[in-house]
């Protein structure tokens, strides 16, 4: 039986960290264990410009505690009116790293996001040009499409026109939780990937009913049937290279969740790399971890992974009820449950 398990230090592509006092209380835990991370620009006012993304960039790292070592990596936040030469200009130098697609009203604070796909066109053509990644959020948001299918048409909709428009666009379906977009990202070229969290990996959305109405397994996309989890878990533990981690960690206040908005999203930053890590071994694919974990994510984006090793032990860990650090209280990920895992350094 394997005891313990060393990795190079993962990197979380996919992160929403907030602002102000919720960032100052949430940060801390994913820099522990990720030594850099794909920070979502839905603040409120969404981060559209490179100004506005190299200010958020420095109150990260004015709030990261002393001793900590993580780099957060900016995206940009597209509009109906987003311009290709300023997105151009952001990421020549270095100041993007990628741009979000939010489709209007997807989901929290995507409201100003873009509303027809087609208005993005110049944009679009300027990142394929340039190889600048597009981040989607891949769900349509019509009213009358049932929200567990919405994935789903978002591909035949929306990607599937969008990559023959731009066949050679850096394109990331983001935090995946269907077996079709597992499918059409394992069809696709090299220059197509996606993000898995964990909790898709973990739960299907029997768990948003268990014992009641239960807000803390609720997010956006949607966790979906069973077969559709065993697909994307199927997907993340293969070892094919175009999936890698993305926690799509988002805390929201207890209260906030605990209220007629039950506002979507989990927060799973304080034992993310162990949740993952507990999927791996079931899967019987530990082997596999330090390459969704650590290696696939740079290789798609360019950049060189860490030297840096971390070590997981295979020891149990409550997870809290609830954390309190000096913001209102936070409900994690697993909340009350036991953790097989944890990192050695923590």
């Given at each position: 039986m394997v005891e313990t398990i060393t990795i190079r230090r993962p990197d979380d592509w996919h992160l929403h960290l907030r602002d102000g006092?919720?960032?100052?209380?949430v940060?801390?835990?994913?820099?522990?264990?990720?030594?850099r991370a794909i920070v979502m620009p839905n603040l409120s006012p969404p981060v559209t410009t490179a100004k506005a993304a190299a200010?958020?960039?420095d109150r990260i790292n004015a709030a990261l505690p002393g001793g900590m070592d993580f780099t957060p990596l900016m995206t940009a936040y597209l509009t109906d009116d987003s311009d290709p030469e300023d997105m151009a200009a952001g990421f020549a130098d270095g100041i993007w790293v990628a741009a979000k697609l939010y489709p209007a009203g997807a989901t929290t604070n995507s409201a100003s996001g873009v509303t027809d796909i087609r208005k993005i066109d110049a944009v679009v053509a300027k990142m394929e040009e340039i190889g600048m990644p597009l981040l989607a959020h891949g769900e349509v948001t019509q009213d009358h499409v049932d929200?567990?299918?919405?994935?789903?048409?978002?591909?035949?909709?929306?990607a599937v026109p969008l990559l023959k428009r731009?066949?050679?666009?850096?394109?990331?379906f983001e935090h995946i939780t269907t077996r079709d977009a597992a499918q059409f990202?394992?069809?696709?070229?090299?220059r197509i990937?996606?993000?898995?969290?964990?909790?898709?990996?973990?739960?299907?959305?029997?768990?948003i009913f268990k014992g009641g109405i239960n807000p803390h397994a609720y997010c956006l996309p949607i966790a979906k049937r069973e077969e559709h989890r065993l697909a994307v878990r199927a997907a993340a533990t293969g070892g094919s290279g175009k999936f890698f981690l993305g926690t799509d960690s988002a805390p929201h206040a207890k209260s906030a969740k605990e209220s007629a908005c039950g506002c979507a999203g989990i927060f799973n930053a304080p034992h993310a790399i162990e949740a993952y890590a507990e999927v791996f071994e079931e899967e019987g694919a530990l082997g596999r971890l330090e390459a969704f974990a650590s290696l696939d994510g740079p290789r798609f984006y360019g950049i060189v992974p860490n030297e840096e090793r971390v070590t997981l032990e295979k020891v149990e860990v409550e997870v809290p009820a609830e954390i309190d650090d000096g913001t209102e209280p936070l409900v994690p990920y697993r909340a009350g449950t036991m953790m097989r895992w944890r990192l050695a350094s923590a």
């Open positions: 006092a919720m960032m100052e209380a940060l801390p835990y994913t820099a522990r264990q990720f030594a200010a958020y960039r929200i567990f299918d919405r994935e789903a048409r978002f591909i035949d909709e929306v731009h066949p050679a666009l850096k394109f990331v990202v394992a069809d696709g070229s090299d990937a996606a993000t898995i969290t964990p909790q898709h990996l973990q739960i299907n959305r029997n768990a």
